[in-house]
């Protein structure tokens, strides 16, 4: 298990861009898998130690190395003029990127140790904002876990912003979908991985478990920073 | 049905009370039967739960159903479709499964004797070539879904095709009969491979029932002249 000491914790501010190549005509940056700003083993009993080190030292290094694999076949392919390769590789740079980049990225800063502050309901702004969209929390985290278990095969379950319509949304997408593919106006403010390998090991087929404890190690934080960030 | 001559309206009374409510199938072998291969845990909980709650949600739809159109609620009818497809999916998608899959003292893993042999070195150049196929289909399927080995009746052909979700394999093709397949879910291999799909692909072929795939491939044969 990685040990991690407070002092030297890194802040996530999103996928380091380490290289930038040359090819073709300009050049492509790709990314690396950022550094979890806790342990593995902080967010137990909500999510254990075991998947927290696979979901990240696996899935999303995998989406990461795929995403870098498609970006590059991708500058090929554009330095070529070969459109139909181009056309056929939307599909992995979605997926990878998709989930790699705005997806994982979003999770790994969705949720905090219970001793950062993790589970501590949301104030200010957002906190309000849920009361007057939902009713009250109880009832935001009612809706999203609902939604969330009867999301059929692999997805997120999101609380969004909607900038245009200037109201909170709680919305589903499918396998690595992003919230924007729901709508070019969503931010999303807390998205939570309902894929099996977000709870599978620990939680078995009883996702309905998983949801109702993952709600103790959400950042509530977080998500009124960029609620705030977005209303400016 | 009876036909109303002055408005042109029919009228269909169902016969709902007869709809037969789904179960869950025995498994034809022990859970721990198919090890090394899949593990006894995972084929606990993917034939006692997984498979066990979509047979409970496909009957909660059928019921749901049966009242809709009692009461000629349209609009749930519509609804409803979405469950019944998933739930019902996975019920004949697992279904099917359980008898794609033997223990290897049983004959799993034994490769395919003619003509089932034949057509796949016709079709895919040897069987080898087959479940590369599958295997990179398998492990390139976005979420969850499945990969399958198909007959295509009217074409006359045998295919590779994948499926999302629980859609089952006729979702590609109403034409189309499944021989063979393999169930890519994250629960289906996940406690004991991890996030190793390949892995999970490459070992499920030690198991694999080629004796059942014959036999449905022969059944719809018969029909087809040449192969």
């Known amino acids: 298990m990685a040990i991690r000491s407070l002092a030297s914790r890194r802040t996530l501010t999103g996928l380091k861009e380490t290289s930038s190549r040359l090819l073709g005509l300009r050049s492509i940056q790709t ?30 290094q995998a989406y990461v190395t795929n995403y870098n694999n498609a970006l590059e076949q991708l500058d090929q392919a554009v330095s070529k003029g070969d459109a139909s390769a181009v056309v056929k590789l939307q599909s992995a740079i979605k997926f990878n990127g998709g989930g790699c980049h705005v997806n ?43 939604e969330g278990a009867a999301l059929q095969g692999s997805g997120w379950v999101w609380l969004g912003l909607d900038k245009e319509l200037k109201k909170l949304v709680v919305d589903t997408t499918a396998n690595q979908d992003p919230l924007v593919t729901k709508g070019g106006s969503l931010v999303p403010l ?24 993952v709600w103790k190690v959400i950042n509530w934080k977080y998500a009124s920073e960029v609620y705030e960030k977005e209303c400016k | 049905m009876s036909l109303d001559v002055g408005t042109g309206k029919t009228t269909m009374e169902p016969c709902l009370e007869s709809m037969k409510t789904a179960s869950l199938p025995d498994l034809p072998y022990a859970y721990d039967a198919l090890e090394p291969a899949i593990s006894e845990e995972i084929m606990r909980l993917h034939h006692l739960k997984h498979h066990q709650t979509y047979v409970t949600n496909y009957n909660k739809a059928l019921d749901h ?72 289909e398998g492990a390139a399927v976005q979420g969850s879904g499945w990969v399958w080995f198909g007959l295509d009746k009217e074409l006359k052909r045998l295919v590779v095709e994948t499926t999302a979700n629980q859609d089952p394999l006729v979702t590609k093709g109403s034409h189309l009969v499944p021989l063979i397949g393999i ?30 795939a014959s036999d449905i491939f022969e059944k719809h044969n018969r029909g087809l002249n040449e192969f």
């Not at chain 1, 898998?33 to 999303?60: F, N, V």
């Not at chain 1, 807390?190 to 404890?213: C, F, M, S, T």
């Not at chain 2, 406690?191 to 029932?209: D, G």
């Open chain 1, 104 to 146: 994982h990225s979003i999770f790994w800063k969705n949720l905090a140790p219970v001793k950062e502050g993790g589970g501590e309901p949301p104030k200010g702004a957002l906190g309000g904002a849920i009361d007057t969209h939902f009713g009250s929390l109880e009832g935001l985290v009612k809706k999203m876990s609902a």
């Open chain 2, 65 to 136: 159903l049966r009242s809709a159109l009692s009461s000629g609620d349209h609009s749930s009818v519509v609804k409803l479709q979405s469950q019944i497809k998933f739930n019902g999916g996975g019920h004949v998608n697992h279904a099917i499964f359980w008898k794609n899959l033997a223990p290897v003292h049983e004959g799993g893993g034994k490769p395919p004797q003619d003509p089932l042999s034949s057509a796949i070195d016709a079709h895919f150049g040897s069987l080898e070539e087959l479940m590369q196929k599958m295997n990179s």
């Open chain 1, 31 to 60: 990314f690396t898998l950022p550094d979890l700003p806790y342990d593995y083993s902080a967010l137990e009993p909500a999510i254990s130690g075991e998947i927290m080190q696979i979901h990240h030292q696996k899935h999303h």
């Open chain 2, 183 to 212: 169930d890519v879910w994250e629960h289906a291999y996940y406690p004991q491979y991890k996030n190793a799909r390949a892995e999970y692909l490459k070992n499920i072929w030690t198991v694999i029932n080629w004796k059942y």
């Open chain 1, 190 to 213: 807390v998205g939570i991985d309902v894929w099996e390998h977000a709870y599978y090991l620990q939680y078995k087929n009883v996702r309905p478990e998983y949801l109702k404890n």
